[in-house]
Nanobody, 116 residues
């Protein structure tokens, strides 16, 4: 069983920054891809950013390109999401996801609120 624990969420003003962390109980090198998703009440969970653990190839939602950056630290079994120039529409619960083979694992989520 894999456990993913997110942290780093909180309340921030528009234009501010936050860095989310996702710590895995399993060596992240064993995963094919890890990513961040977000969800607001009444809407489907949507992809924010992904990173492959082999080549570190990244992918971003159009809405966050140029503002968010995903990275990983294999030694710490951690994936990060650096969020800059935050907007009120970025408000959501952010979830970490890890994929190995046909199995997907999710964290419990961390709330990000962007408001003045």
């Amino acid at each position: 069983q894999v456990q993913l624990v997110e942290s780093g969420g909180g309340l921030v003003q528009p234009g501010g920054s936050l860095r989310l962390s996702c710590v895995s109980s399993r060596n992240i090198i064993s995963f094919y891809v890890m990513g961040w998703y977000r969800q607001v009440p009444g809407k489907q969970r949507e992809l924010v950013a992904t990173i492959t653990t082999g080549s570190s190839s990244t992918n971003y939602a159009d809405s966050v390109k140029g503002r968010f950056s995903i990275s990983r630290d294999n030694e710490k079994n951690t994936v990060y999401l650096q969020m800059n120039s935050l907007k009120p529409e970025d408000t959501a619960v952010y979830y970490c996801k890890a994929t190995i083979g046909l199995e997907n694992y999710w964290g419990q989520g961390t709330q990000v609120t962007v408001s003045s």
